[in-house]
């Protein structure tokens, strides 16, 4: 069997780019080891920066997305007791679209039903073959059988714990990580949103988020001990937890409800680079992780699928390389753009096992600053909604 393009991963990173290549003429298939429920079985954050949402357009996905999505011109810090308002739309022209990424995960599943393109699910043991050379081909197993596609490229999707990156060989491949040492208590509450605006909160005991999926559908964060476990946690500890975290008058105005969903996430910042070796390129979590404190994780994934689709089309429409040849540089050049401000973002607002006095004074005077200064306020704003491709 033979394709141009192998996609490995069917999460929203393999998707999208899929979609966008359909759409360009140009035939990929999905390789997804899990099922199609399972993937959209998966809770994860719900932010869009508009580069996301145009792409989404050029993939003629958008429908659903500009009726159900909700767009935020701003968002709220709270510290201590206060609360003060960054306006994104006033600062940079530009709102970010508040839509679940689960939703975006299924339009992408749908439109790919729709278009009859292809996509291979539990699939099993791929292995990557020969991508250093023109002739690179990808084996799995399914349903008990061994399959072989041979193609042009392959677009490792696959996530953070995928075999492309780990195809690429260790003395060309060169890893940077930091983990945190905290994790983020999740909770899917069938109540409306405490507030019409994301609060981001810092507090003496920990952060603490307050987002949505819809009015009448919540999600909410706690900084949580990575040792805990979501069974340790009540419903009943955890809302009153995260009232004691955000100020007193949301506190009072909260609704709180069963959890439909909790869970625990640690937190981590992680680039491999360089991000292409030989006909196999790597976009989204397989290349890059970062604290969800900004919500960057599936913005930068798309950042990435567009500069690859983009150098593809232009290989194949205009036999020109240039496009797949700078992808690894273009790609890492903003990823770590997103680093930089996941990794910032989340020292402002965490409480760290070893800060000393010193340090929350900086903390106090970085959040004060950003309170205060209109210049700060917009560097956050324009990296909030998505520095430019
Ligand atoms: N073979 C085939 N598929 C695989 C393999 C494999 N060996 N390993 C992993 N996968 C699949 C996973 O089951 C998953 O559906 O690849 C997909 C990767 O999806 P994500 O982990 O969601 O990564 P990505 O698409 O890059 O998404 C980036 O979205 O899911 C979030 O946290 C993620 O925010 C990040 C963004
Ligand atoms: C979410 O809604 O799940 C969410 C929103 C913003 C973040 C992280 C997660 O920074």
């Known amino acids: 069997m033979r394709a141009q393009v192998v996609i490995i991963g069917g999460g929203p990173s393999g998707l999208l780019l899929g979609q966008l290549l359909h759409r360009a003429g140009i035939e990929a298939v999905v390789l997804e080891r899990k099922t199609r429920d399972y993937v959209l079985g998966r809770v994860r954050a719900g932010v869009l920066e508009t580069g996301l949402v145009r792409l989404m357009e050029e993939a003629g996905v958008v429908g659903r997305l500009h009726r159900e999505g909700f767009v935020h011109d701003g968002t709220q810090i709270a510290v201590g007791g206060e609360m003060f308002h960054i306006d994104f739309k006033a600062l940079t022209g530009t709102p970010v679209i ?15 039903a729709v278009a009859g393109a292809r996509t291979e699910f539990e699939v ?34 696959d996530g953070f714990h995928g075999v492309s990156r780990q195809t690429i060989p260790l003395n060309v491949r060169r890893e940077y990580e930091k983990t945190y040492p905290f994790g983020w208590l999740g909770v899917l509450s069938e109540t409306p949103p405490v507030h019409d605006e994301l609060i981001y909160a810092n507090s003496d005991r920990g952060f603490a988020l307050c987002s949505m999926r819809n009015a009448h559908l919540s999600r909410y964060y706690i900084q949580c001990a990575l040792s805990d476990h979501p069974e340790d946690w009540t419903d009943k500890a955890f809302w009153t937890e995260l009232k004691r975290r955000i100020p007193a008058e949301m506190a009072e105005r909260l609704e709180t409800g069963p959890a439909i969903e909790k869970s625990i996430a640690p937190l981590r910042s992680f680039v491999t680079e360089p991000m292409r070796w030989g006909r196999l390129f790597l976009c989204g979590d397989a290349a890059h992780i970062v604290p969800p404190t900004g919500a ?43 680093e930089r401000f996941s990794w910032w973002f989340s020292g402002l607002l965490h409480r760290y096992p070893h800060q000393s006095a010193f340090d929350l004074k900086m903390q106090q005077a970085d959040l004060a600053f950003l309170r205060d200064n209109e210049s700060q306020q917009r560097a956050f704003a324009e990296n909030y909604v998505g520095l430019p491709y």
Request: with cysteine; charged share 35%; glycine share 8%.
């Open 98 to 112: 508040v839509y679940g990424q689960t939703e975006v995960t299924r339009d992408l599943y749908d439109a790919r």
């Open 124 to 157: 099993e043991h791929v292995v990557i073959h020969d991508a250093d050379t023109d002739r690179p081909y990808v084996t799995y197993d399914q349903h008990g059988d061994r399959k072989r596609i041979d193609c042009d490229f392959i677009a490792g999707c």
């Open 296 to 338: 960057k994780g599936l913005n930068t994934a798309a950042s990435d699928v567009n500069y690859l689709y983009r150098g593809l089309v232009r290989y194949y429409q205009d036999g020109d390389s240039e496009g797949i040849d700078r992808y690894s540089e273009k790609a890492l050049l903003r990823v770590w753009k997103a």
